[in-house]
């Protein structure tokens, strides 16, 4: 193979509503966009940035496409954050053994749908 993949460097979210979704998740992660104009949003969280823009015909809203998963430290926080904020779980919580965490997928108030996973505990 002529190529390694290293790790996602962005993540992309097509939503019917771009405020909405961005006030939302400047809740949730509690931090400000790098990046904010009319039908599009971009938040840098560590080294990934996670965008968010306006649905169209190419990019729709979609459920259960392709999800990316976000490790956190600390899964229960981060579902009763979600739970606060309106949110909902989706599928899951799961373990995985195979990987020693635990995943899940929550929907957003706006029935986006965002993957996270966390450590099992040891």
């Not at 993949?5 to 400047?26: E, G, L, P």
């Not at 649905?55 to 990316?68: H, Q, R, W, Y």
Request: charged fraction near 25%.
């Amino acid at each position: 193979m002529g190529f390694q993949v290293k790790s996602f460097a962005t993540i992309r979210m097509s939503v019917s509503n771009v405020s909405k979704s961005r006030d939302w998740y400047k809740q949730l992660f509690e931090i400000e966009p790098i990046e904010d104009i009319e039908n599009f949003v971009s938040f840098k969280l560590q080294n990934v940035c996670f965008d968010i823009c306006l649905a169209d015909e190419k990019s729709p809203v979609s459920e259960g496409g392709s999800v990316g998963y976000w490790f956190v430290d600390d899964l229960a926080s981060l579902l009763d954050k979600v739970h606060r904020l309106g949110g909902s779980v989706y599928r899951g919580p799961l373990k995985v053994i195979e990987i020693q965490r635990t995943i899940v997928q929550i929907i957003d108030p706006f029935g986006n749908i965002i993957g996270f996973e966390a450590s099992l505990p040891n």
